[in-house]
């Protein structure tokens, strides 16, 4: 429709320094913006790439240090320029792959799934050619 935008996804996380470093570090986002509301008693920080585009908002409750986990999310996915580089180098650094780059079934895109410290899922989705 006219006038609408996606502006975020908003993931629930136990421990939001552990959060920011895994999606800065290993994906490659900025922290865009922060707001403790301690009267609320949670913190929001909100990431993203140069250039704008959709955000992820992590959201740490305070005292929550974990989630149960529900059926219907699925994932988050991120293009990535060469996805068996990229797998190699989040392994090294103890990112767990939980489903290793090659061909999604029954095609030819190459993709690969990671895990962040809380167990979400993201697709890892190789973008133009190597």
């Known amino acids: ?5 996606y502006l975020h996804t908003m993931l629930r996380v136990g421990d939001l320094d552990r959060s920011v470093a895994f999606y800065t570090t290993h994906l490659g986002m ?3 913006r922060r707001r403790d509301v301690p009267d609320g008693k949670y913190t929001l920080v909100f990431l993203g790439y140069e250039g704008g585009g959709t955000e992820l908002e992590l959201t740490y409750n ?5 989630y149960e986990m529900g059926k219907a ?3 988050l ?3 990535v320029p060469d996805i068996y580089a ?3 180098k989040m392994r090294a650094a103890g990112v767990k792959i939980s489903r290793e780059p090659g061909p999604v079934k029954f095609g030819t895109t190459l993709i690969a ?3 962040d410290p809380d167990g979400y899922k993201i697709e890892l ?3 133009g050619s190597l």
Request: with cysteine.
């Open 73 to 75: 999310f699925g994932h």
């Open 113 to 115: 799934f990671i895990d």
């Open 62 to 66: 305070y005292g929550v240090d974990s």
């Open 1 to 5: 429709m006219a006038g609408f935008s």
């Open 77 to 79: 996915a991120i293009g």
């Open 30 to 32: 900025k922290e865009l």
């Open 86 to 88: 990229t797998c190699e």
């Open 125 to 127: 989705i190789q973008r």
